[in-house]
């Protein structure tokens, strides 16, 4: 049972557009999101977070937003870069000291010039 | 910056053969974790561990092992290679959650491998 969707599996944007990737989760337990970037044969890298007292959380073009009542979170980019391309994943914490996390699919995301 | 380095960026390995997969952090942090990624399946977590000597079962752990002997190391066995484990696998790190709200979790590069 996926915990943590990513519906859309890509997205093509024009560069200086908006970017929103979405995800949905199902344990209303998880109390804390992340965004992870991920470029082809490199690690994903850390993006940004958001804890489950919050509602929007921003840092320079990045911002994500989470709806408890409907278990979703988005992410939004603004103004989307070329270098912006690569695949994001979502993942969500259930708390705990250990800090497992649990990631989506991913979404390809395309940005073109 | 949190440093994680894995051993090998790719590897080809034979059906049967015992595989070592090794991953070293530099920030001194509790937790380290194995996941392997695959196509349309995302990030899924393989083992991971909290403390020296500690390991837990993520969510597929068969025909996996692992050994954490010092904090900063923390080592993926393949008992006996299969085809079904060609994959790229990758080691993260992090702070525990005791340290504030949750703790993102710091990739390595990854591990390109292939079992024939």
């Known amino acids: 049972d996926q915990q943590v969707k990513q519906n859309s599996p890509s997205l093509s944007v024009q560069e200086g557009r908006i970017s929103i990737l979405n995800c949905d989760y199902t344990?209303?337990?998880?109390?804390?999101f992340l965004w992870y970037k991920k470029y082809p044969a490199e690690g994903p890298t850390f993006l940004i977070s958001?804890?489950?007292?919050?509602d929007k959380n921003e840092d320079g073009r990045f911002t994500v937003f989470l709806n408890k009542s409907a278990k979703h979170l988005s992410l939004h980019i603004v103004p989307s870069q070329p270098g912006d391309s690569a695949v994001y994943f979502c993942?969500?914490?259930?708390?705990?000291?250990?800090?497992?996390?649990?990631f989506g699919t991913g979404t390809l995301l395309a940005v073109q010039p | 910056d949190v440093k994680v380095t894995q051993s090998s960026r790719y590897l080809v390995k034979r059906t049967g053969e015992k595989v070592f997969l090794e991953c070293v952090q530099d920030m001194d942090h509790e937790n380290m974790f194995w996941y392997r990624q695959d196509p349309g399946l995302g990030l899924r977590l393989i083992y991971f561990s909290y403390d020296v000597k500690m390991k837990e079962k993520g969510d597929i752990p068969e025909g996996y092992s692992v050994s954490r002997e010092k904090k900063e190391r923390f080592s993926l066995i393949l008992e006996s290679a299969s085809t079904n484990q060609t994959s790229m696998y990758l080691c993260?790190?992090?702070?525990?959650?005791?340290w504030g709200w949750g703790q993102p979790q710091h990739f390595g590069d990854g591990t390109r491998l292939s079992i024939l």
């Open positions: 958001i804890s489950s007292i919050k």
């Open positions: 344990n209303s337990m998880f109390d804390y």
């Open positions: 993942a969500a914490s259930p708390g705990g000291a250990t800090n497992k996390l649990i």
């Open positions: 993260a790190s992090s702070l525990p959650t005791g």
